[in-house]
């Protein structure tokens, strides 16, 4: 059992470390979330944010008339153009969780301590802008070609974002194995 144990070492760490740290991140995640959960609900301060941002960059690439309300129920924002209700962002359109699974893969090929750090920064940067980026384009493309939604939605959506994460964990192994060589 020891000599299993010796000769996946490197396996058996990278899922301790990913497990560990994911669930570490999500609970922590969750506890961030209960402090919202009252009897008046609200998104969340990263939703709302999100939802803002993202009605702020349909303004900037020349859409008048753009709104970002709370939901009637409070559990999500809407964003409209022109009176238009084009999404409604909820908790789970506001990146967090995967950052979470990006950060629990950084952090299992942890490398050098400055390197990894900045690239677990620079990488969530990247998948929050994206993640604006995809609602916007969702969003204008739900007002100008509404008959493209649901491909949008269920095909380009989560493509866009874990397309994203792949790729950065791509580079990622590719600097790890690097530094590993040398």
Not at 70 to 81: A, D, N, P
Not at 106 to 118: D, M, P, R, V, W
Not at 154 to 166: E, H, R
Request: contains cysteine; proline residues 3%; charged residues 10%.
């Amino acid at each position: 059992m020891l000599d299993l144990i010796r000769k996946y070492w490197l396996v058996l760490r990278f899922i301790f470390i990913f497990l560990g740290s994911y669930f570490l991140f999500s609970i922590l995640y969750s506890g961030f979330l209960r402090i919202y959960d009252t009897n008046d609900p609200v998104p969340d301060p990263l939703t709302q944010l999100v939802a803002r941002q993202s009605g702020s960059v349909m303004q900037g690439i020349g859409y008048d008339n753009v709104e970002v309300v709370m939901h009637y129920t409070g559990l999500s924002m809407k964003l409209m153009v022109n009176d238009y209700f084009l999404a409604g962002i909820v908790e789970g359109c506001n990146s967090a969780s995967i950052i979470i699974l990006f950060a629990s893969f950084i952090l299992a090929f942890f490398g050098k301590t400055s390197q990894t750090l900045l690239y677990l920064f620079a990488g969530s940067v990247i998948i929050y802008a994206i993640n604006i980026i995809r609602i916007v384009i969702l969003a204008v493309s739900i007002y100008e070609y509404p008959q493209y939604s649901g491909f949008m939605h269920s095909i380009f959506f989560p493509l866009a974002i874990y397309g994203t994460v792949f790729i950065l964990w791509l580079v990622w192994v590719k600097i790890y194995s690097g530094w590993k060589k040398q």
